[in-house]
T-cell receptor, first 118, second 113 residues
Framework: AQTVTQSQPEMSVQEAETVTLSCTYDTSESDYYLFWYKQPPSRQMILVIR????KQQNATENRFSVNFQKAAKSFSLKISDSQLGDAAMYFC???????????????WGLGTSLAVNP | DAGVTQSPTHLIKTRGQQVTLRCSPK?????VSWYQQALGQGPQFIFQYYEEEERQRGNFPDRFSGHQFPNYSSELNVNALLLGDSALYLC????????????FGDGTRLSIL
């Protein structure tokens, strides 16, 4: 069974600085997707960035980028130029890419609470 | 273009009661997944519906059941409520083809007294 581990329950960063959130996962599959979702106090789970395992290039979305290390099964999120609005819970999630059987559900880590200090 | 909408926002029930939560998917999406998120935890997959059928189910008892309607909207029903069912229930919709990411609603906060 696949698992996702986020070892940092809480992180903090100064406004305008850079912070990296860690995520490791375990799977025997070769093709899959990895996601970072943000959940502010408003509760809505918002997709931040996604990475397809077959792509070697790390995904980027504006100030958000990932460091995807497939062999190490590591998928960290880097937030550059942190803003007050980035404060939220961040969840790392895994999903197999095959559209059959167990590969449709998202498997989640426990989350990292990010505080942004002014 | 409306995103995923869930109702109600918050619900208070007592043990043993039954509850129905509702979800309308994002326009153009045909698949609905339900997740339970206990306080301080990551979401746990309950089940997924596609073409009005339950396509996959997580490790939840039969007290949790669902339905998908022809317009792709969905309901989550929970019978014989337990204190442990208190959680945020998230609905996510997606397009079944092309491995598209799931889009989430704001959730329904269910409190069991």
């Amino acid at each position: 069974a696949q698992t996702v581990t986020q070892s940092q329950p809480e992180m903090s960063v100064q406004e305008a600085e850079t912070v990296t959130l860690s995520c490791t996962y375990d799977t025997s599959e070769s093709d899959y997707y990895l996601f970072w979702y943000k959940q502010p106090p408003s509760r809505q789970m918002i997709l931040v960035i996604r990475q397809e395992a077959y792509k070697q290039q790390n995904a980027t979305e504006n100030r958000f980028s990932v460091n995807f290390q497939k062999a190490a099964k590591s998928f960290s999120l880097k937030i550059s130029d942190s803003q007050l609005g980035d404060a939220a819970m961040y969840f790392c999630a895994y999903r197999g890419s095959n559209n059959a059987g167990n590969n449709r559900k998202l498997i989640w880590g426990l989350g990292t609470s990010l505080a942004v200090n002014p | 273009d409306a995103g995923v909408t869930q109702s109600p926002t918050h619900l208070i029930k007592t043990r043993g009661q039954q509850v129905t939560l509702r979800c309308s998917p994002k326009s153009g999406h045909d698949t609905v997944s339900w997740y339970q998120q206990a306080l301080g935890q990551g979401p746990q997959f309950i089940f997924q519906y596609y073409e009005e059928e339950e396509r996959q189910r997580g490790n939840f008892p039969d007290r949790f059941s669902g339905h998908q309607f022809p317009n792709y909207s969905s309901e989550l029903n929970v019978n014989a409520l337990l204190l442990g069912d208190s959680a945020l229930y998230l609905c996510a919709s997606s397009l079944s083809r092309y491995n598209q990411p799931q889009h989430f609603g704001d959730g329904t906060r269910l409190s069991i007294l």
